[in-house]
């Protein structure tokens, strides 16, 4: 099966540089997502990771440790407009048709 | 095509009483998903479609819950006997068939509260 854990809160400050980790566990790996979700609206895709290593996209970078099962999503130049939930999602074993979640990180922005 | 939407945004609805969900997705997806979230929680895989072929459902899914794509196109979400249990988000999602263009689009959701 598939098992995610990711921190259930954080918090920073405005203009700060954030870590958001995310440890899986899966039966097969067809790579890791993290999404974006704020707070009653959908969730919206951030990255996409396959291959071991960072990957940057303008202030959000999203790395992937294959070995460690283990990723992180990196926010930079940290903005209010950031406070949100993070979540960490793997493909389910079955392939690619389902999205397995994380809890979500819920992260809050400070002035 | 301005995304996947959902239909109704809310419902309210008493313990015991039938509701139905639309989702339409971004027209030329034909993946359709079903997911749950509850308060805190990542949203909870429920059923897929690829075209108009339910290919999984989750054990989540009881026999109360049914989904339908009729036409590879719009979906239905059908819940029978509602239980206080079953409020919750109920979000759709859809997705091209290509590799590359996996990213599964959400709509904004139905929040169901049963009373």
């Known amino acids: 099966g598939q098992n995610i854990d990711q921190p259930t809160e954080m918090t920073a400050t405005e203009g700060a540089i954030v870590q958001i980790n995310c440890t899986y566990q899966?039966?097969?790996?067809?790579?890791l997502f993290w999404y974006q979700q704020h707070a009653g609206e959908a969730p919206t895709f951030l990255s996409y990771?396959?291959?071991?290593g960072l990957e940057e996209k303008g202030r959000f970078s999203s790395f992937l440790s294959r070995s460690k099962g283990y990723s992180y999503l990196l926010l930079k130049e940290l903005q209010m407009k950031d406070s949100a939930s993070y979540l960490c999602?793997?493909?389910?074993?079955?392939?690619?048709?389902?999205?397995?979640f994380g809890t979500g990180t819920r992260l809050l922005v400070s002035p | 095509d301005t995304g996947v939407s959902q239909n109704p945004r809310h419902k309210i609805t008493k313990r015991g009483q039938n509701v139905t969900f639309r989702c339409d997705p971004i027209?030329?997806?034909?993946?359709l998903y079903w997911y749950r979230q509850t308060l805190g929680q990542g949203p909870e895989f429920l059923t897929y479609?690829?075209?108009?072929?339910?290919?999984?459902k989750s054990r989540l899914l009881s026999d109360r819950f049914s989904a339908e794509r009729p036409k590879g196109s719009f979906s239905t979400l059908e819940i029978q006997r509602t239980e206080q249990g079953d409020s919750a988000m109920y979000l759709c999602?859809?997705?091209?068939?290509?590799?590359?263009?996996?990213?599964?689009?959400f709509g904004p959701g139905t929040r169901l509260t049963v009373t």
């Open positions: 999602a859809s997705s091209t068939s290509g590799d590359i263009s996996y990213e599964q689009y």
């Open positions: 899966t039966s097969g790996f067809n790579g």
């Open positions: 990771n396959v291959l071991d």
């Open positions: 999602a793997a493909p389910g074993n079955t392939g690619f048709q389902k999205l397995v």
């Open positions: 027209s030329e997806h034909n993946r």
């Open positions: 479609f690829q075209n108009e072929a339910q290919l999984e």
